[in-house]
């Protein structure tokens, strides 16, 4: 007897079908998976043979094999143990035949007891089911949530094999799972962390963040020690836009494929704040691993990655960063093949301008020679700098301000302003697939970055002057747009121009 159900591989954050074939023979009893399976579907042998026979079933005595088809195309992870078990099932007769199991898809991974368990990656491959116009998915109980994220699939919780069963069986119907309509109401009671309020002073410090939040600029902070800087980075979570939908699915996909998502909320509408510490390796950055998993920079897509101590960071380990900079996606290659993941991050940098860490400290000293400074700036190299749009100086804090008793502008109030002007970007893109302004190449900055002559005179000084790059040209331009739609202006005036210039790269470039 042979029978066939479908299932479903997760290649990057893509899903393929995948087809398990089982057949039946009289011989030895044995029980084989063939199709490039691993170590965990290998096992998955044992735990369908418990979860069947723990759920009532009977485990055929016979020659039994199961085929994952296409063979060419690498499967891991528990995810083919329902199919299979499935599969066992209907091959040996154990269901309905009237039930037409192959136009199903299974997803799962199975205890010994015929329970189902949370399983990773569900989210992208119902998005596949959708695609592929399958119907009806069956997926773990707990992960119902997160495949209901995708409309048109009629999705089954499934707690048990024996419940799985006596559904196909017609004995006992599995109530469809009702998604709830009001998932994306919790944005409000979203916890932010840090408030700007608690930081005291650096008005312009904020401002530039503000800046940066709206416009999805990269910055770097530099400054001697204490002065406040990872504390400033770490109110970045409150104060940046919401994501919109499309942007919400992008990410809880990545974050579906590295388990990570927590099963009572199953949709990231939080835009991630990473910050990984400057010891990482490579592939903990850009993603990598015998089986290739998404590292920090695609984990952080759709919001900002921190790196603190930008210096101590490996050389090599930042050089990585270029590239996705650029293109917004890393391409990780390996034998078995290629991977692409998404990594569109807003990157923020913190960095002390010299080993001590207090050069043009107004108050105290610098103790570095100029070697050092030289050598300890040079770990960051020019290219990388270049492509951080946006670099301020984090001084230290007065006496005055510290204890200055006087309410300061909460994050909210700053949010609700980067959300307007991020509207108005997601508004003047639409039909494309720009976001924000800092996205924007060469063609687009001469359509949408529409300059007053005044602002234009203030261009042409500051490029002969300050002897602008024509990459630095495009920065202030770009700079220039996003200050102009915080003020809520159509075209760029001199004053949006003069303040963008003022963010232009001071070290290295
Ligand atoms: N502007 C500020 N307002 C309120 N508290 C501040 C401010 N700046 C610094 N602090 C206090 O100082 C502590 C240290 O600040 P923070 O860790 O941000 O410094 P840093 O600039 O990152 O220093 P380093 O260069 O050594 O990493 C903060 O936890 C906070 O308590
Ligand atoms: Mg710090």
Redesign the pocket.
């Known amino acids: 007897m042979l029978a066939k159900v479908q299932s479903c591989a997760v290649i990057g954050l893509e899903g393929a079908l995948v087809e398990v074939e089982v057949d039946l023979s009289n011989g030895l009893a044995a029980f084989t998976i063939v199709g490039l399976p691993d170590a965990a579907i290998n096992e998955s042998r044992e735990r369908v043979r418990s979860a069947i026979k723990n759920s009532g079933g009977l485990f055929p005595y016979k020659r039994i094999i199961a085929n994952l088809a296409p063979a060419d195309l690498r499967k891991e992870g528990p995810a083919y143990d329902l199919p299979i078990a499935i599969g066992v099932l209907a091959a040996s007769g154990q269901i309905n035949p009237d039930t037409n199991v192959e136009e199903c898809l299974f997803l799962g991974e199975l205890s010994l007891d015929g329970s189902l368990r949370h399983t990773n990656g569900i989210l992208p491959m119902v998005a596949l089911a959708c695609e592929k116009k399958v119907k009806t998915v069956f997926v773990p109980a707990a992960d119902a949530m997160e495949a209901a994220l995708i409309e048109g699939v009629t999705i089954y919780p499934v707690e048990t094999l024996g419940q799985l069963i006596a559904h196909l069986n017609d004995e006992r119907q599995i109530e469809p799972f009702i998604p709830n309509p009001h998932i994306l109401d919790n944005v409000e009671n979203v916890y932010y962390g840090q408030d700007m309020a608690?930081?005291?002073?650096?008005e312009h410090v904020k401002r530039t963040l503000e800046v940066a939040a709206s416009g999805g600029h990269n910055i770097l902070?530099s400054?001697?020690?204490?002065?406040?800087?990872?504390?400033?980075?770490?109110t970045m979570p409150s104060i940046l836009p919401r994501m919109v939908i499309e942007e919400a699915l992008d990410v809880t996909k990545i974050y579906s494929v590295s388990g990570m998502l927590p099963s009572d909320m199953p949709l990231v509408l939080q835009r991630p704040f990473r910050s990984p510490h400057h010891t990482t390796s490579h592939a903990g950055l850009v993603g990598g691993g015998r089986i290739p998993r998404p590292g920090e920079i695609s984990l952080a897509h759709r919001g900002v990655l921190f790196l603190?101590?930008l210096p101590e960071f490996g050389q090599n380990v930042l050089e990585v960063l270029r590239q996705p900079l650029e293109d917004k996606v890393v391409t990780i290659s390996r034998a078995q093949g290629t991977i692409t993941y998404p990594a569109n991050f807003m990157l923020v940098g913190?960095?002390?301008p010299c080993p001590c860490?207090f050069l043009n400290d107004p108050v105290k000293e610098c103790t570095c020679s100029a070697t050092a400074i030289t050598r300890y700036q040079k770990r960051i190299s020019g290219p990388l700098l270049d492509r951080i749009d946006i670099h301020v100086e984090?001084p230290?804090?007065d006496y005055e301000?510290?204890a200055d008793k006087r309410q300061v502008e909460n994050s909210e109030t700053i949010r609700k302003r980067v959300q307007v002007a991020r509207d108005r970007q997601v508004q003047r893109f639409k039909g494309t697939r720009i976001t924000c302004n800092a996205e924007m190449g060469p063609a687009e900055v001469r359509t949408f970055c529409e300059v007053e002559p005044s602002a234009e005179k203030l261009m042409k000084a500051a490029m002969q002057q300050l002897h602008l790059s024509a990459r630095a040209y495009h920065r202030v331009l770009k700079l220039a747009r996003t200050i102009a739609d915080l003020a809520g202006s159509d075209v760029i005036a001199a004053n949006h121009v003069a303040e963008a210039i003022q963010y232009r790269p001071r070290m290295g470039v």
Request: hydrophobic content about 35%.
């Open positions: 608690s930081v005291r002073g650096q902070m400054g001697p020690p204490g002065s406040g800087k990872t504390l400033l980075a770490r603190d101590e913190a960095m002390n860490g984090v230290r804090v301000k510290l």
